[in-house]
Structures are given as structure tokens and as C-alpha cells.
T-cell receptor, first 115, second 108 residues
Framework: SAVISQKPSRDICQRGTSLTIQCQVD?????MFWYRQQPGQSLTLIAT?????????ESGFVIDKFPISRPNLTFSTLTVSNLSPEDSSIYLC????????????FGSGTQLSVL | SQQGEEDPQALSIQEGENATMNCSYK?????LQWYRQNSGRGLVHLIL?????REKHSGRLRVTLDTSKKSSSLLITASRAADTASYFC????????FGKGTRLHILP
């Protein structure tokens, strides 16, 4: 099973600033997934990050607000830009247990609070 | 958009009792998964059931799938305090979509 290290675990940010979240996996994976979980809600997929190509964003999420980097097969970052209180959420990265298994492993999440 | 809808939204039971959560979905699926989330952190995969399976067991967990009704249930037997968590069903192949979840609270 993959081990996923996600940083930071939590942060408190001022309105208008940005936060970059890092996700490190202990093995090479093709796709990495970024989810948002708003308070008391379920997970919503933000984008799928593939190494060597631009991320694929879901409806309602745009690259200017959520730029993603995927420089290699073990690492990805998600930036939440121009923060507003509505961005206060838990952000989670995940990977497939093995390609094609559809089972996901998750990082421990980043709790973001925007003042 | 979310594919799964869990029922109930919240459930409180006494320790030792069985807990049943239900999930309904809208479109045809190849498989359905259940995940657990403790204290709003990372999710843990519990079990995956394929569309050609009707029931699957894993320890104290029992999952059923009825594709004709587009529904699944998760049964946790002999509940423990450590089972207190949120439980989500999820469907999808290339991208996994999660339901709204059931918050389970085990009372001592």
C-alpha cells in the first residue's frame, strides 16, 4: 500500500493570500487526485494530476484558482489562490492503490481556515 | 455532481449493536466502494464490491449490492467505540465520486 505524506496538516491564512499544499507518495503513480471537503460535506473532486501534462479540472474548478503542479511521478502540489473564507475546507490528495483497482489511498488532509 | 446518497445522514447506536448504512446511486456502475473517515482527516478504504457481486464480507463488515435497485448497504456488526466515524460510498472508474456520507456515533 502507498504511503502518502501531505503538508501542511493545517494552516490559517489571511484573505487574498495563497496556500500551497504538497503531496508526496512513496511510490511512482500515474494519476494523483485532489479533493476538497467543505465543512460537514462530502468530498468533491477538484482535478486529476498526470505527470507531464496539464491537470484535468472538474466542473466548477479552474486552473487560475487551483493551479496544480506534477513535476514527477511521486509528487504534486495544489495551490489555492486568492483565498476567501469560502475556501475554508479540508483538501486531500489521493492515489490509486494500484493502477486500475479504483481503490484510493488518501493523505491525511490539509485543514485550511481563511480569516 | 455526487453519484451516491447515503441514508441515514447520522446514526447513533449503543456499543455492541449493529449499524446499517445505505447508499443509493443514479447511473450504472462497475463497482461500488465504502470508505471511512475519522475526525475529518484522510479516508480509509474499507471494501469494494463489483457489479456482478451481491454480497461481500470483511471482518465485521458486510456489504450488499442490488444493481436492480441501484443501492448498497454497509453493515457493521458488534459495533465498537472505534467505529465512530463518517462512512462514504463511492462509485466511478477513472474518477471516484463520493456520496454525502453517514456520520456514525457509537455510544458507550
Amino acid at each position: 500500500s502507498a504511503v502518502i505524506s501531505q503538508k501542511p496538516s493545517r494552516d490559517i491564512c489571511q484573505r487574498g493570500t495563497s496556500l500551497t499544499i504538497q503531496c508526496q507518495v512513496d511510490s511512482q503513480v500515474t494519476m494523483m487526485f485532489w479533493y476538497r471537503q467543505q465543512p460537514g460535506q462530502s468530498l468533491t473532486l477538484i482535478a486529476t494530476a498526470n505527470q507531464g501534462s496539464e491537470a484535468t479540472y472538474e466542473s466548477g474548478f479552474v486552473i487560475d484558482k487551483f493551479p496544480i503542479s506534477r513535476p514527477n511521478l511521486t509528487f504534486s502540489t495544489l495551490t489555492v489562490s486568492n483565498l476567501s473564507p469560502e475556501d475554508s475546507s479540508i483538501y486531500l490528495c489521493s492515489v490509486e492503490e494500484m493502477p486500475g483497482t479504483e481503490k484510493l489511498f488518501f493523505g491525511s488532509g490539509t485543514q485550511l481556515s481563511v480569516l | 455532481s455526487q453519484q451516491g446518497e447515503e441514508d441515514p445522514q447520522a446514526l447513533s447506536i449503543q456499543e455492541g449493536e449493529n449499524a446499517t448504512m445505505n447508499c443509493s446511486y443514479k447511473t450504472s456502475i462497475n463497482n461500488l466502494q465504502w470508505y471511512r473517515q475519522n475526525s475529518g482527516r484522510g479516508l480509509v478504504h474499507l471494501i469494494l464490491i463489483r457489479s456482478n457481486e451481491r454480497e461481500k464480507h470483511s471482518g465485521r463488515l458486510r456489504v450488499t449490492l442490488d444493481t436492480s435497485k441501484k443501492s448498497s448497504s454497509l453493515l457493521i456488526t458488534a459495533s465498537r467505540a472505534a467505529d465512530t466515524a463518517s462512512y462514504f460510498c463511492a462509485t466511478g472508474d477513472d474518477k471516484i465520486i463520493f456520496g454525502k456520507g453517514t456520520r456514525l456515533h457509537i455510544l458507550p
